[in-house]
């Protein structure tokens, strides 16, 4: 590329308010379930409920609840083309989730997570387990840190990231507690899912006047490209 059209593009994508460069990751996908509702891209189980004292750990009011063994299930169709899929989120740990007992996330039927190193109630070194990093308080006894649901049994919270090779145009995620005891004994929760490829990043619709801007900027390309 010569260096008159990479500075072309650059001022292109400034007007089009993104950034130039390969690296750049395209968000494909956002949901922090503050609506109260899921979206008809949800499917499986989990109900949208109060994050409770999760709000204080970037949980906002409300998140994605599942207190059953069925997976949460997130469907994403139309992916502009992609060799690589980033996904992450908050994972909710409430209440009694024994240590040893098992989590999976899977990206269209495939496990990226598939643990029994999972668990929140008697884990060594007062912390939990489980993908990611916990980002609540470790845990001082049976009931605290208490964070909601089941005022008897201790709650925390992790963050976690999952990059893979991916390239269909749509993608399919799910996270699953099949070993739990279900209900206020043991339940998890997810939040902040963020979905992103390494796709080209697309020009944003932009206002009229700037939308004008881009115009002359693809006139100038052309331009370089006949010259
Ligand atoms: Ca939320
Ligand atoms: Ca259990
Ligand atoms: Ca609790």
């Known amino acids: ?7 072309t593009l650059a001022a292109l994508a400034l007007v089009a308010g993104v950034q130039v460069g390969g690296a750049q990751a395209a968000n494909v996908y956002t949901q ?89 109630y008697f884990p060594p070194e007062n912390i939990g387990r489980g993908p990611g990093t916990q980002i609540t308080e470790a845990f001082t006894s049976f009931t605290d840190p208490q964070y909601g649901y089941n005022t008897g049994f201790h709650d925390s919270a992790r963050v976690a990231s999952f990059t893979l090779n991916h390239a269909a145009s749509s993608v399919v995620i799910s996270w699953a507690y099949p070993t739990s005891q279900t209900g206020l004994d043991e339940s998890f929760g997810i939040d902040n899912i963020v979905v992103s490829t390494n796709a080209a990043p697309v020009p944003l619709p932009a206002s009229l006047p700037m939308m004008g801007l881009g115009v002359l900027g693809l006139a100038a390309l052309r331009k370089q490209r006949r010259a």
């Open 1 to 7: 590329m010569t260096r008159n059209r990479k500075h």
């Open 32 to 120: 922090n379930f503050e609506s109260g509702v899921a979206g008809a891209e949800w499917s499986g189980a989990g109900t949208v409920q109060d994050s409770l004292g999760l709000a204080a750990f970037g949980f906002g009011e409300m998140h994605l609840r599942n207190d059953s063994t069925a997976a949460s299930v997130l469907t994403l169709n139309g992916l502009a083309a992609h060799t690589q899929l980033t996904f992450s989120f908050s994972l909710a740990m409430w209440d009694s989730i024994d240590l040893g007992d098992r989590f999976v996330i899977q990206v269209d039927g495939a496990s990226v997570y598939d643990s029994t190193d999972f668990g929140n």
